[in-house]
């Protein structure tokens, strides 16, 4: 698998400001203190990773009853709908008054990546490196290969699901404090439009790839 491509990948969700670091931000300064930063940001990565997760494991179970070319046609579909939809009409997170709790971020995380299709992302890259094993190939190396190649596919999403929030975490982390301690909210007055054309432009990027592969 291209780790390399899972790294950037969660890089990218992870200075997005619909995804995560601008709540963190907007609660610190609420708050008046970094440690409200700080606190936000876990919870909300663990809703993202389990946004993440939930989409691979879905993908997972499905392609076990759909075959994988009509499985990678719906998906990659999915997503440049999804992804022109978002061309079409973004809108901005609304701060105020917020009194949110480890649980309540975590559901708000979860539900900001579902929606932007952060999971839906990284299927290209998850599906890409599981091709089923040709028949060719599992004849001349028997049947341990083929047990290999059926377990292969779990421990690979395994993986990219854990690098990917790693990567997401690390930067979400970065964006917020550089966000907070240097340069404010102010700052999204002009990054922000340009971040959510560059967001949907990436999900039809996606689509067509898993089209393509």
């Not at 708050?31 to 939930?54: D, E, F, K, N, T």
């Not at 978002?86 to 929606?115: E, N």
């Not at 964006?175 to 967001?199: E, I, M, P, Q, S």
């Amino acid at each position: 698998m291209e780790w390399n491509a899972v790294f950037l990948l969660g890089a990218f969700h992870g200075i997005n400001p619909g995804m995560g670091w601008l709540f963190a931000v907007a609660l610190g300064m609420q708050q008046g203190s970094a440690r409200g930063v700080w606190r936000a940001l876990p919870p909300i990565a663990l809703g993202h990773l389990m946004a993440v997760g939930a989409v691979l494991s879905a993908a997972a179970l499905l392609e076990r009853v759909i075959p994988l070319s009509i499985l990678k046609i719906t998906i990659g579909s999915f997503l440049i709908v999804f992804g022109v939809y978002r061309l079409w009409r973004h809108s901005h997170p609304r701060f105020g008054g917020m009194q949110v709790g480890f649980r309540d971020l975590t559901i708000w995380s979860f539900l900001m990546a579902s929606a932007h299709g952060a999971g839906f992302m990284l299927l290209p890259l998850v599906m890409k490196f599981s091709q089923p094993v040709s028949a060719a190939v599992i004849e001349a190396h028997g049947a341990s290969c083929h047990a290999a190649a059926s377990s292969l596919t779990p421990w690979l999403g395994v993986a990219a699901l854990g690098i990917h929030t790693l990567s997401y975490f690390v930067v979400m982390m970065l964006a917020a404090w550089l966000v907070y301690r240097k340069l404010g909210l102010a700052l999204l007055r002009t990054a922000w439009f340009n971040l959510d054309w560059l967001w949907a432009g990436a999900l039809v990027a996606a689509g067509l790839t898993v089209l393509a592969i």
